[in-house]
């Protein structure tokens, strides 16, 4: 069925207000929408796959909203409310709860959440129909101190928040404003299952649902949990992530899965792909006819970068909004810095997350009203943010991953149908080897299995402060709500109960007695209560995003340091680089120049500095690592071109892998000089150890491997 095909047994789920809104906004409802919609008005907890721009977020909410507005599909305690039944939590309680991994694409959701909520009130306001207006908010790091009591006092229907500050709310005395919700809204729920920060989401989710039984005496249904993604593989893993379990204190009894229904809409997206090599022979980059740097400088390093900046400049001038993706902040700063040098014009700007909230905010507006051709980012725009109509993603080097690249890429065209264009530049010819694998995975739409991780420790202990904050409980509800979260789902009595009499202050050794223990454990009662400073320890260490040690930059409001009272944010720098930055230095940040005027303890202070050259800042631990499914496919290609004939070889790779003829021909050059090197090239069967003598005559050795960064 064609999603321009719209008929009333497609939308007859919805008050008519909100299918009339439907119908006059939108041809029809997309594959995605189709598949969810039927799923989640019927209750269920749902997993939704769909490519990139397929509606997946309008198909989790508007089933919600009408909902909220019209009180259809409402379970029996909620109708009780409305007939005047108040419960434990008072009469205001968040009813649908979205959790976003950034905040950028919190508040692009709420943006993008105003449509459907004006526009169906105005048209039930028009037709005569019934309803309550919804309100919505966004909660997160950046919101502040006064509207996070305004929203304590009064509550929205609609909570936009991170990870993070769901665990912060679960944790304060505000925690009875969730005592309601009904729909949780997991979105990109891919980036949060193989890491810890996921595990540590799941867990405060389970607690989300022990308050809510605790404040409904036990007499509601588990939350409506729906998670949205373009990339996710298996989806039986995320499945059942996302669902949690029922569980007992007894840890001889299995967990039971909740059910979670699989939304599949299709994996892939129609990309128009182009692995674009700037140079004859990238073997050969002195001899590229482009000159690279002054005359007066003496002989330079050879480099593609001075065939890369002018074809760059080329594409982003021939067309309307572009984006470039890059793997590191240092390399976004350098190369929006290079790119207007050779522009001799500002078309470019440089968006990654050391830079300020607002700074990032207006260089994303400029790209959104076409007043900025182009924009250089990190990962901090690889998700689903709404950047316009963006019809040009460049990639410089291979993604970190295929699940990257198609988020990447997918920014393109990101409508509903429309074709996503991307251009991938490689650095070098290893490098050429790594797109080459890549562009054949993401155009079949294979992104790499994710796995969440089993018994984190360190997420267990910081949860169970946190749980026993304010209030005591038992052990055994302890232990029974950490097992319904999937990451503790197998966790043992004993390691439980070992991490717990850590906590308490039951050390393993002597060398430990001056650790402060963090909760009261009475092994008589089994009651765990917290101990003075409980809960401002556990707000204090929220979340697992590592303290990366990075120093604010912040502008000075005079002309010296006397004047540092509260500046404005600039951004952020590593600590090593502030280490070797004086008062007085210049660097660049975010594409302009700021003098120093002070370094305090964790803070540098600024000054602008227009037009003055600076040192480009840099940021350690930016390296991408490489998934070893990524690694697997860079391996069997090199395998797979070694063993055919030449002309076969360069067939497939123009045909399968999006090459160009020079591209190919660049790449199998490669891989024979490797193979009459050491005879045989590395692959995801054969690892190479390399032994030769350097330039001063010592002898080096290399291992050779497709496996890691």
């Not at 540590?200 to 509601?220: I, S």
Request: net charge neutral.
């Amino acid at each position: 069925m064609s999603a321009s095909t719209l008929t009333s047994h497609e939308l007859e789920i919805l008050h008519p207000a909100t299918r009339s809104w439907f119908s006059q906004v939108f041809d029809g409802p997309t594959a995605a929408q189709l598949a969810a919609w039927p799923e989640i008005s019927a209750g269920h907890s749902t997993l939704l796959l769909a490519p990139t721009g397929s509606g997946k977020t309008l198909a989790a909410f508007l089933i919600a909203i009408d909902r909220l507005m019209f009180g259809r599909n409402q379970s029996p305690r909620n109708k009780r409310q409305k007939t005047g039944e108040s419960t434990k939590p008072g009469s205001q309680s968040v009813r649908v709860l979205y959790i976003s991994p950034l905040k950028a694409l919190g508040v692009d959701v709420e943006r993008n959440l105003k449509a459907p909520l004006v526009g169906i009130r105005a048209i039930a306001e028009r037709e005569g129909h019934q309803h309550r207006a919804v309100d919505l908010a966004v909660r997160s790091g950046d919101t502040p101190s006064a509207e996070r009591n305004r929203l304590a006092r009064k509550p929205p229907e609609i909570l936009i928040t991170t990870p993070e500050s769901l665990y912060l709310l679960l944790t304060s005395k505000s925690r009875d404003i969730l005592a309601g919700v009904e729909t949780v809204i997991v979105d990109e729920i891919h980036s949060l299952v193989n890491n810890k920060r996921g595990a540590h989401l799941f867990v405060t989710l389970e607690r989300l649902e022990q308050l809510r039984l605790q404040r409904h005496d036990g007499r509601c249904q588990p939350m409506q949990r729906i998670g949205l993604s373009a990339t996710q593989r298996p989806l039986d893993e995320v499945a059942r992530l996302l669902g949690g379990a029922t569980a007992t204190a007894d840890a001889n009894d299995p967990v039971q899965p909740r059910k979670v229904v699989v939304a599949e809409a299709g994996r892939r997206k129609t990309l128009d792909l182009t692995i674009e090599v700037p140079v004859e022979d990238m073997a050969r980059l002195d001899e590229s006819p482009i000159p690279s740097g002054s005359a007066a400088a003496g002989p330079s390093v050879p480099s593609i970068w001075p065939a890369i900046h002018p074809r760059l400049v080329e594409l982003i001038r021939s067309h309307r909004s572009t984006m470039i993706f890059v793997n590191s902040r240092r390399l976004a700063e350098r190369l929006a810095t290079s790119i207007n040098e050779t522009a001799e014009a500002e078309i470019a700007l440089a968006h990654h997350g050391s830079i300020a909230k607002d700074t990032r905010l207006q260089i994303e507006d400029r790209l959104k009203r076409g007043q900025l051709p182009a924009i250089v980012a990190t990962s901090s725009l690889e998700l689903g943010i709404d950047m316009g109509a963006v019809d040009l993603v460049i990639q410089i080097e291979a993604p970190p991953s295929i699940a990257s690249g198609l988020q990447r890429v997918g920014r393109a065209g990101h409508q509903v149908d429309a074709e996503s264009k991307g251009i991938v530049f490689p650095k070098y010819r290893g490098d050429l080897l790594a797109c080459s694998a890549a562009a054949e995975r993401m155009m079949a739409g294979e992104v790499e299995e994710t796995f969440y991780p089993r018994n984190p420790i360190d997420v267990l202990a910081q949860q169970l402060v946190a749980m026993v904050a304010l209030e005591a409980q038992h052990v055994d509800d302890l232990y029974t709500t950490i097992r319904r979260a999937a990451p503790f789902a197998d966790l043992t009595r004993g390691t439980f109960e070992s991490v717990l009499e850590l906590l308490a202050g039951r050390y393993p050794s002597d060398e430990f007695v001056e650790l402060r223990p963090r909760v009261r454990w009475d092994r008589i009662t089994g009651q765990v209560a917290p101990r003075r400073g409980t809960q401002r320890l556990a707000v204090l260490n929220a979340g697992t995003i590592a303290d990366r040690g990075l120093y604010g930059v912040f502008l000075a409001d005079g002309d010296g340091p006397d004047s540092q009272t509260g500046g404005k944010r600039v951004g952020e720098l590593d600590e090593e680089m502030v280490f070797e930055t004086r008062p007085g230095d210049v660097f660049l940040l975010g594409a302009s120049s700021w003098r120093v005027l002070d370094i305090t303890r964790d803070r540098v202070w600024v000054t602008p500095a227009p037009g003055e050259p600076g040192r480009m800042p840099f940021w350690r631990g930016d390296g991408p690592g490489r998934p070893v499914e990524f690694g697997r496919a860079i391996g069997a290609l090199t395998r797979k071109l070694s063993a055919q004939p030449r002309e076969r070889a360069e067939a497939d790779l123009v045909s399968k892998h999006a090459l160009g003829m020079n591209a190919a021909k660049n790449l199998l050059n490669y891989l024979q000089e490797q193979v009459e090197a050491t005879e045989v090239a590395p692959s995801d069967k054969t690892i190479v150890v390399e032994c030769f003598v350097d330039e001063i005559g010592d002898w080096r050795v290399a291992i050779l491997s497709p496996f890691g960064a």
